[in-house]
């Protein structure tokens, strides 16, 4: 006997509609760039959007629900020209690195474009530090990163949905101590990056280029390819 408590799951008719509109979502899904060139400088983001897009990130999933997940979101100028200071420090053997041996033209475009970001960080209107509320250590670092990492992609696509743009960076992490004193952060808070956030310029980024799923996926057996038929 069927209780009339419990979901009537035999009884829904199935749809063969997919529930969201595919192809604008994968387009989402697809073009959320890390935008540094085209960050526009010169517009003001409002607080209200930018909680708008924690509050859909902070649906992702955790490990156990524990929700570790803190966000620190930095609007002051001053705080902005530290934060930036200590991130232009930390990326300085990067980019030193970088332009002693620049690689191929798309390495050396990445490199270009971190460098800009090195460049103007301190006058993009919003700094997010994501944050997890927890010492991570060896043995749980990936339950904490995990737990934080999916709500920070949903905030970069929130962002990408309404007009603006991030990158998710770590260049300032080498000089954590110093950002968790500027900031106030508490010991045991880990600090995971930081996330400048602005409006971009146009709205038209095409695909990230990627290797095919087909040339890094395979079935039931390590190594064995998946059949083109199944690779749409
Ligand atoms: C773990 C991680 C660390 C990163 N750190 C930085 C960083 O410190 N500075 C920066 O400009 N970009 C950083 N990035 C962004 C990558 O350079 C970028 O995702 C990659 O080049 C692919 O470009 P796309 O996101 O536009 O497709 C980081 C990305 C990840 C996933």
Same mark, same amino acid.
């Given at each position: 006997?069927?209780?009339?408590?419990?979901?009537?799951?035999?009884?829904?008719?199935?749809?063969?509609?997919?529930? /969201?509109?595919?192809?604008?979502?994968?387009?989402?899904?697809?073009?959320?760039?890390?935008?540094?060139?085209?960050?526009?400088?010169?517009?003001?983001?409002?607080?209200?959007?930018?909680?708008?897009?924690?509050?859909?990130?902070?649906? #992702?999933?955790? #490990?156990?629900?524990?929700?570790?997940?803190?966000?620190?979101?930095?609007?002051?100028?001053?705080?902005?020209?530290?934060?930036?200071?200590?991130?232009?420090?930390?990326?300085?053997?990067?980019?030193?690195?970088?332009?002693?041996?620049?690689?191929?033209?798309?390495?050396?475009?990445?490199?270009?474009? #971190?460098?800009?970001?090195?460049?103007?960080?301190?006058?993009?209107?919003?700094?997010?530090?994501?944050?997890?509320?927890?010492?991570?250590?060896?043995?749980?670092?990936?339950?904490?990163?995990?737990?934080?990492?999916?709500?920070?992609?949903? /905030?970069?696509?929130?962002?990408?949905?309404?007009?603006?743009?991030?990158?998710?960076?770590?260049?300032?992490?080498?000089?954590?101590?110093?950002?968790?004193?500027?900031?106030?952060?508490?010991?045991?808070?880990?600090?995971?990056?930081?996330?400048?956030? #602005?409006?971009?310029?146009?709205?038209? /980024?095409?695909?990230?280029?990627?290797?095919?799923?087909?040339?890094?996926?395979?079935?039931?057996?390590?190594?064995?390819?998946?059949?083109?038929?199944?690779?749409?």
């Amino acid at each position: 006997m069927t209780s009339t408590t419990e979901p009537q799951e035999d009884i829904v008719p199935r749809s063969t509609e997919p529930p /969201f509109d595919t192809a604008e979502i994968d387009r989402l899904l697809t073009t959320t760039r890390s935008v540094r060139r085209r960050l526009d400088l010169s517009r003001p983001v409002a607080l209200d959007v930018v909680m708008e897009c924690l509050q859909t990130a902070v649906h #992702a999933p955790s #490990a156990s629900n524990t929700q570790l997940w803190r966000w620190l979101v930095v609007t002051d100028e001053g705080l902005r020209h530290e934060l930036a200071r200590l991130y232009r420090a930390g990326g300085q053997d990067y980019l030193r690195a970088n332009a002693e041996n620049p690689g191929d033209e798309s390495s050396q475009r990445v490199y270009r474009s #971190a460098q800009h970001l090195v460049d103007v960080l301190d006058q993009v209107p919003v700094l997010v530090v994501p944050c997890i509320a927890a010492e991570v250590d060896q043995r749980n670092a990936p339950a904490l990163y995990g737990s934080v990492f999916p709500a920070l992609w949903s /905030f970069m696509l929130a962002l990408r949905a309404r007009g603006l743009g991030s990158t998710y960076t770590t260049f300032h992490l080498a000089h954590a101590k110093e950002a968790a004193a500027l900031l106030d952060i508490p010991p045991g808070i880990t600090q995971v990056g930081l996330v400048p956030v #602005a409006y971009t310029v146009g709205t038209d /980024f095409g695909p990230a280029r990627r290797r095919p799923a087909t040339e890094v996926t395979y079935l039931d057996r390590w190594g064995a390819p998946v059949p083109p038929a199944a690779t749409g």
